[in-house]
Every structure is written in structure tokens, then in C-alpha cells.
């Protein structure tokens, strides 16, 4: 039994549908695989939108249609006959999210709300996904995984009842995969009294894992535009190198140093139950990818990584008295109240620093929640740089002519934040 994960690339247009067939086609088989897909393209992002204009009373419409159009048009290409039966059930979904839409209990929770609209991208595509493996041949169920990945209530960012999840999973779906493939939703999950829970942008990796670990999958498979599991973002540098294997534990550090091509909390389900990670490229599916798995290697290419759009604050105790653990204390309750990330930090006589993403809004609320104690500074647009398994040529073509604010190395990995 394996697990397909497809991203919003992978099904971005008529033609990424057509190409995501045939390769459950050729490589998946007709059972004992169940395929989790994404939100189409940018969906999410506009979903974002969407939400955001109709929580704060003003005009989505124009937004909205423009979604809906996307995926009208995509529908319109992959199925001729107009009788077909998706129309309608996407005309269902349409309806619903407009309904939702106009109906939105502006008292309730903003991240609350947030998941009960967004969560139409994931719906629309699966539904799509569903239809089209029927027509092309590939008999498959279309199943919510909202009734299946149950979570906590923390919206946006929902916590997996494993023990639940792991049950309901282990009940249902065999038997459904002994017949059939599967299809079903990444990023969504729900809560026990029936409403819809996000885990996290980018989060459809860890539904995967999620449902490869209840069903002890043989292996899980994610299908994305580059060769596999790269040392650096083709976005940012000419010459990458792909690792043909690596390690459980490499992995998760690059993930957390932000290194995009995979959700940091997508692999430790996997490695509990030691179960390998495919990273292939849907352009290039015979290609070999990345076999993430149980292993160890003496020496790995350097991986670069870097994370945009970063802030550096510095507090400093409005007495000028040295930081204390009791300051950090104080720091470190505000920072988890807000649920800041942080992504590096650095402590001298008279100041904390820490490097997070930068969002606005919290670090403004950050500030009003500590400025009577701490003078609190801080610089934006700036990028966090990691050099993981650093050695001196590696060093050199990166650090050459930056200008840095800070910087840390340990014996494996260097950081630093620079402009
Ligand atoms: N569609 C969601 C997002 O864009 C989940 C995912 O793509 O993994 O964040
Ligand atoms: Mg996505």
C-alpha cells in the first residue's frame, strides 16, 4: 500500500491532470494507492484573499469569480461532455462557498473562519481528481479527510489526533483499498464536532505522512517540478546537486532551517515507522528522485538554504541592566502567546535578538505587549542564510560581499542574517 502526495503544481492545469493519470497509470497501479492532492495552482493564496476582503466587509466578488473561473475552465477541458457529472457537484461546492461567504459570523474567530472557507481549494481539486482517474480509466473513491485526520481546535494550525485518526483510518480504508484507489484531501483535517481544521500552509506533505503512518504504508511518494530532494533552491542558485539518498534526521533539519521541498512535519511520522519517502518529479517521473529513508552517509554535499522575508528584533531591558532568565522568561511567554517561530536567536549582555517571519500585525502586537519593559528594535526584509554541512568553499561562495547582522556556526551548521 503506498501514498501518493500531489501538490498544487501537479494539478494546475488541464494538462498537470492529464499528466498526474498517467502516472498512477503507469507507476501506481489500480489499488492499494491513495493519492492525496492539494489545492490547484495558487488557489490557497486566493482563498487567503478571499476570506481576508469578506471577514473585513469588503468586496470579494471580482476575487472570487476569478477562482471559480480557474477552475470552471480547467473542468471545461478535461470534460467535454457538459452532462458530466462533476459539473454539478462542483456547482454544489460553488454555492456553498458563496454561501459561507456571505453568511460569515464576523464575531466568531478569524482563524477559525479562515479554515472553514479555505478549505474549499482542497475540496474543488479532489472532487476534480476524483471524476477525472474515473474517466481515464482509474476507479477510485473520493473520500473527506476531514472524517478521517481528526485534530485539536487549533486553527490553522491543527494538532492530529493520532490515536483517533490512526483507528478510523485502520477501520475504513483497507478494505477500500483492497478494491480501488483512493482519492483525498492534503492540508484539511476536522474536529470531533464536525468542523473543518487546517495543519498548516503548505501542509498536504503531512496528510500524507499522516495516512501513510495509520496504514503502515510500504512507502509514500511526493511528486513535485524539481529531480528530488535538492542541496539548494533552483530559484537562487545555477548549480544544485540532487541527494539520491538521505537520511531521516538530514531531512528534517533542512525542512526546519526552511528549506521548501518538504513540510518539517512530514517526516517523523514516516521515521517512526521507518517508512521511505520518494521525492520524484512529475515532469520527469522515471527519473530516480530522492529515497529519503533509514541511512546514514559519511559525507553530503553542503545544502544551502534560505528564508526571505525575515525580521531581526532585538529587546534590551529599559534599565540597561543585563538580560536575565526572568527578561527571557517574559520574552519567551509573549513570543508563544503570539505564536512567533523562531528561527534564530542570539543573547549579549544588554539584548535579545531573535530572527522570526516577518508578519506585521503580530510584531506589532508583540511590541505593545513589551514595550514597557524592553526597548525593543528591529530590521525587516532581510534573509536568513543556513550552510548545512558547511566546509570552506561552501562558506566562500556564500558569505563573499553580504552584509551580515549576525551570524552562528556550530560544527555542522552556519547561519546567518543578512540583508
Ligand atoms: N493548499 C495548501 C497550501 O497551499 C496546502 C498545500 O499545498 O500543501 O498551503
Ligand atoms: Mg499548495
Not at 476569478?66 to 456547482?91: I, M, S
Not at 529519503?292 to 540597561?320: G, M, R, T, W
Request: glycine share 6%; with cysteine; charged share 25%.
Amino acid at each position: 500500500m503506498k501514498v501518493y502526495k500531489f501538490g498544487g503544481a501537479s494539478v494546475r492545469d488541464a494538462g498537470s491532470f492529464r499528466n498526474l493519470a498517467h502516472i498512477v497509470k503507469t507507476y501506481g497501479g489500480e489499488r492499494q494507492l491513495l493519492v492525496v492532492v492539494s489545492a490547484m495552482g495558487k488557489t490557497t493564496n486566493a482563498l487567503e484573499q478571499v476570506f481576508d476582503k469578506a471577514y473585513h466587509n469588503q468586496s470579494y466578488e471580482t476575487a472570487l469569480q476569478q477562482c471559480l473561473g480557474y477552475h470552471q475552465e480547467v473542468v471545461t477541458e478535461l470534460f467535454p461532455d457538459k452532462e458530466h457529472p462533476v459539473y454539478e457537484r462542483l456547482a454544489h461546492l460553488f454555492t456553498m462557498l458563496q454561501n459561507d461567504l456571505e453568511h460569515l459570523n464576523r464575531k466568531s474567530n478569524y482563524d477559525k473562519l479562515y479554515d472553514q472557507i479555505v478549505c474549499y481549494g482542497e475540496l474543488f481539486s479532489s472532487v476534480i481528481l476524483h471524476h477525472f482517474l474515473q474517466a481515464e480509466g482509474l476507479c477510485n473513491v473520493w473520500l473527506d479527510s476531514r472524517k478521517y485526520i481528526q485534530t485539536d481546535t487549533t486553527w490553522r494550525e491543527a494538532k492530529v489526533d493520532w490515536v483517533w485518526s490512526e483507528r478510523v483510518i485502520k477501520r475504513d480504508l483497507p478494505a477500500l483499498l483492497e478494491e480501488q484507489l483512493v482519492v483525498t484531501q492534503g492540508f484539511l483535517g476536522g474536529t470531533n464536532n464536525g468542523l473543518t481544521t487546517t495543519l498548516g500552509r503548505e501542509g498536504s506533505d503531512f496528510s500524507a505522512a499522516v495516512i501513510a503512518y495509520c496504514l503502515d504504508a510500504e512507502g509514500m511518494y511526493i511528486w513535485k517540478d524539481v529531480e528530488g530532494l535538492l542541496n539548494a533552491d533552483p530559484k537562487y542558485f545555477a548549480d544544485t546537486v540532487r541527494y539520491p539518498e538521505i537520511s531521516y534526521q538530514e531531512t528534517v533539519e533542512m525542512a526546519y532551517y526552511g528549506a521548501s521541498v518538504i513540510h518539517p512535519k512530514t517526516i517523523k511520522p514516516l521515521a517512526n515507522k521507518k517508512i521511505p519517502l520518494y521525492v520524484k518529479s512529475f515532469l520527469n517521473p522515471a527519473g530516480e528522485g530522492t529515497r529519503i529513508c533509514d541511512c546514514k552517509h559519511e559525507k553530503i554535499a553542503p545544502a544551502y538554504i534560505i528564508k526571505e522575508n525575515q525580521c531581526l528584533v532585538s529587546f534590551s531591558a529599559k534599565d540597561f541592566t543585563f538580560i536575565s532568565e526572568k527578561n527571557l522568561g517574559t520574552i519567551f511567554n509573549a513570543l508563544s502567546e503570539l505564536r512567533f517561530k523562531i528561527n534564530l536567536m542570539q543573547n549579549s549582555a544588554i539584548s535579545f535578538s531573535i530572527c522570526t517571519d516577518y508578519n506585521e500585525e503580530r510584531l506589532h502586537k508583540l511590541i505593545a505587549t513589551l514595550q514597557d519593559q524592553f526597548n525593543i528594535h528591529y530590521n525587516t526584509s532581510l534573509k536568513l542564510f543556513t550552510i548545512k554541512n558547511y566546509d570552506n568553499d561552501s562558506i566562500t561562495k556564500i558569505m563573499t560581499d553580504k552584509q551580515i547582522l549576525l551570524e552562528q556556526r556550530t560544527r555542522n551548521t552556519l547561519q546567518f542574517v543578512s540583508r
